[in-house]
């Protein structure tokens, strides 16, 4: 079965993502270039591969979600299905309510 493909961009959130798979497998040999963070597992009869992005000193996110995903693409080429999980940037207003924990479809 081909891989399904799971991003966690923010690393702080890497150790509650491991606990979703069923099955954890080795790291990757990853391109001299890729500096992503990965955790590859197994969820039911799917292969997933769990994604951060690498953090600067400060430690903020290092580069765009848009290289992170190209760097996915070139080291994991037979991914076939993309799920990007994360803490989306909108902020609450006397417009816009949202608040941590709501679920965001676009």
Do not use: W
Not at 7 to 13: A, E, Q
Not at 54 to 71: E, F, I, Y
Not at 73 to 87: K, M, N, R
């Amino acid at each position: 079965m081909a891989p399904s493909k799971k991003f966690s961009l923010l690393p702080i959130r890497l150790g509650a993502e491991q606990l979703i798979l069923d099955v954890a497998q080795e790291k990757p040999i990853q391109l001299p270039r890729d500096d992503n963070v990965y955790e590859l597992g197994e969820i039911g009869s799917h292969n997933v591969v769990i994604a951060c992005m690498p953090l600067n000193a400060d430690g903020k996110a290092s580069t765009a979600v848009a290289v992170v995903v190209v760097k996915v693409q070139l080291t994991f080429a037979s991914v076939t299905f993309v799920l990007e999980i994360g803490v989306e940037r909108e902020v609450p207003s006397q417009f816009v309510d949202i608040r941590l924990g709501d679920i965001l479809v676009s």
